[in-house]
């Protein structure tokens, strides 16, 4: 089974998240813990993950993470 490219998996683990936007994993978790109807991530038992597309949008909305 070969493993996906961040670019094309539709959803990121924090970590991934942080890699790939680069914004530090306590700035991502912070967004996270700070927004908690937002839309752009979801969790699964004590593991969230943010959704790659949604979350791009939102970063091309705003002027400061």
Partial sequence: ???LRPSEKYALSTEEASEYFHIGINKLR???NDNPLADWYF???THSY???VKFEKLLDRIDTV
């Fill in 50 to 52: 943010i959704k790659r």
């Fill in 43 to 45: 969790k699964s038992g």
């Fill in 1 to 3: 089974m070969t493993e």
């Fill in 30 to 32: 912070r967004m996270i």
